[in-house]
C-alpha cells in the first residue's frame, strides 16, 4: 500500500522558518504529482502548493514567494521549505498524492494522505 508520513512541524516566532518532510513507501515521490496541504483551527482544509512530476510548482497565493518545494529522489522524500513565517500560517500540514491531474490544489484530486505535523507559528 502506498503510504506518506510527514514531519518537521514544531513551533517558531514570526519570520522563522521551517522544512517539513513527507516520506513515501510504495510510490516513486520523484514519479508522482502531489501537494501540500494545511489546516487551521476552525477553518477548510486548503491547498499551499503542488508538484508535478517534472519538477514544476504552485502555490496559493497567500504562500507565494515564501514557501518552496522539493524533492530527493533517494530519500523518496517531498520537502516544503517556510521562510517568513506567520501566524497565519499556523496549521496542520499533511502532504498528499495526486489521483491523476497533477499541480491542483484542490483537496478532491488527491486520495492519499499522511496524518499530518502540526505548524505553530507564535508573534
Known amino acids: 500500500a502506498v503510504r506518506v508520513v510527514e514531519s518537521g512541524g514544531g513551533s517558531v516566532e514570526t519570520g522563522g522558518s521551517l522544512r517539513l518532510s513527507c516520506t513515501a513507501s510504495?510510490?516513486?515521490?520523484?514519479?508522482?504529482?502531489m501537494a501540500w496541504f494545511r489546516q487551521a483551527p476552525g477553518k477548510e482544509l486548503e491547498g499551499v502548493g503542488a508538484?508535478?512530476?517534472?519538477?514544476?510548482?504552485t502555490f496559493e497565493d497567500s504562500v507565494r514567494g515564501r514557501f518552496s518545494i522539493s524533492r530527493d529522489s533517494a530519500k523518496n522524500t517531498l520537502y516544503l521549505e517556510m521562510t517568513s513565517l506567520r501566524p497565519e500560517d499556523t496549521g496542520r500540514y499533511y502532504c498528499?498524492?495526486?489521483?491523476?491531474?497533477?499541480?491542483?490544489?484542490?483537496?478532491?484530486?488527491?486520495?492519499?494522505w499522511g496524518q499530518g505535523t502540526q505548524v505553530t507559528i507564535s508573534s
Open positions: 510504495g510510490s516513486s515521490i520523484s514519479r508522482s504529482c
Open positions: 498528499a498524492l495526486a489521483r491523476d491531474l497533477c499541480l491542483s490544489l484542490r483537496v478532491d484530486y488527491y486520495n492519499i
Open positions: 508538484i508535478n512530476q517534472y519538477g514544476s510548482t
